[in-house]
């Protein structure tokens, strides 16, 4: 575990694993943006029903509701390295299927909904053994820099890279995106399966432990802590609202602005952009204001830009205001991140994570139904605006949390400073 000091900060070295896992992450997360533009775009061919549409974007949040609290467990109980390597390996196959069946002319709304379904159930144990293993290969004190890393490398990949290229690939093949998914997929699990680490101690568990039991342990470990018992309520009525944001993100965009695919692809470019701009300005948002009432600032700043896009019809005004939504979003995502590693025991941090986000992302399917449904009933603007109101209720659900003197916790680590994470 390596870290290099920074102006007075830490920042994680490229040696030690972090570099291959960053590096897996980045080229994953390319693949990731070629498929997550290249569906949306695959269904409306499909079919214009609006509902239809957004339940291919709800059916992949569905898993985490399912499976989430159980693939945390796991993570906790199995190597992590070797998970995360092998269930890169089995989506890798089963994009390669999907992109057959699209060369054959067998695409469906069914099908894509399938593979939106297996992919994020596959994603719940990926996710939580990223999570858990990335305090492994860098210091506690650099773990803010490094997920600002990690999500930065992704935004480049995924939107600078990923999304802008889906046209042109499309154009060579509706299957094409899909091919190259499918190869991310396996060089990522070849970069993992490459790391050498040493597996941390969890010591025995418990006589009779159950995986009920410790799901409940991990769902107790983040109820008893305030900020992160806030953050998650936040994030949870937020997600609802981006269901139907992302779900709809395509027909706000072709159909109520009639600016076609490059106007899409332009559209999640400018939130890439902005996610970079944000992982850049993190640092000096966070020294300034602490953690949780940066995220506190980009909630209010978000509901601000969700309102320009419901409401100015204008493809400029919509691609700044997701830029300036995008660069919020880093914020908050960086913070949160950090936040919860620093504060959970490592041995329950894939429980504690697994109980985050599952909570987090439950409403996000009902979201994406009611943005498939407001957008056929009132119009396809109506869904960003309908974000914004979820926003104003996460923001209010955040403000008790954000206290001053709130400790960082990690019982493990007798070399924790107690400090302000607000």
Partial sequence: MTTVDMTGGHAPAWRGGFGRLWSAAVISR??????????????????DDPLVIASVTACGYLPWLLFGLLGGAVADRVDQRRAMWAVDSVRGLLVAAFAVTVVLGHASIALLIALAFALTTLQTLFDNASTALLPALVDRAALG?????????????????????????????????FVADAGTFLVAAALVASLRITAPDRGPRPAGGTLRGEIADGLRTLWRDRPLRGLC???????????????????????????????????????TVGGLAGGAV????????????????????????????????????????????????????????????????ADMLGRVSAAFRTLAVAGAPLGALLGGAAAGAWGPNTPALLTAA???????ALIPGVKPDVPVVAPEDDGTTARSAS
């Fill in 282 to 345: 993190n640092r000096r948002i966070t020294a300034r204001l602490g953690a949780l009432r940066s995220v506190l600032l980009a909630g209010l700043v978000q509901i601000g830009a969700l309102v320009v896009m419901g409401s100015v019809h204008s493809l400029t005004a919509v691609v700044a205001a997701l830029a300036v939504f995008g660069l919020m979003s880093m914020v908050w995502n960086v913070n949160t991140t950090t936040l919860m590693q620093q504060r959970t025991p």
């Fill in 145 to 177: 820099s490094a997920n600002a890393r990690l999500m930065t490398g992704q935004k480049i990949a995924g939107g600078l890279m990923g999304a802008p290229a889906v046209p042109v690939l499309i154009a060579a093949g509706a299957a094409v995106p």
């Fill in 30 to 47: 390319f693949g990731d943006a070629l498929r997550t533009a290249a569906l949306p775009l695959l269904a409306v061919r499909l079919t």
């Fill in 233 to 271: 309520a936040a994030t949870a009525l937020c997600n609802i609202g981006m269901g139907a944001l992302i779900a709809t993100l395509v027909i706000l965009v072709t159909g109520w602005l009639d600016a076609g695919t490059t106007g899409y692809a332009a559209a999640t470019t400018a939130f």
């Fill in 390 to 396: 979820f926003f104003v209720l996460s923001v209010i």
